[in-house]
């Protein structure tokens, strides 16, 4: 039989449930910036590897330029 003490009951425990889901909801926010904040510094670094392999080409390249005709012939300078 429903009475209001067995509805008082069924409340408190849906009470519990409610701030339960509210504190989970509120630790997914949490951990939703830490992993965006995470996502940002990972890409950060990968294209800063892409700029560190671009000035390492762009470097080579610098040397590969500036050599003389006879330096690239074979045997051009001993």
């Known amino acids: 039989m429903i009475d209001l003490e067995n509805i008082t009951k069924r409340k408190e425990v849906i009470a519990k449930d ?3 889901v509210r504190a989970r909801l509120t630790e997914y926010d949490k951990k939703k ?3 965006t904040a995470l996502l940002n510094a990972l890409m ?3 294209q800063q590897c ?3 392999a671009k000035e390492l080409d762009d ?3 610098d040397v590969e330029n500036n050599l003389t005709e006879e330096e690239i012939k074979p045997g ?3």
Do not use: Q, V, Y
């Open 76 to 78: 051009g300078t001993d």
């Open 33 to 35: 910036l830490e992993d």
């Open 59 to 61: 470097a080579s390249s």
């Open 18 to 20: 409610i701030e339960t």
């Open 44 to 46: 950060g670094a990968f």
């Open 50 to 52: 892409d700029a560190f």
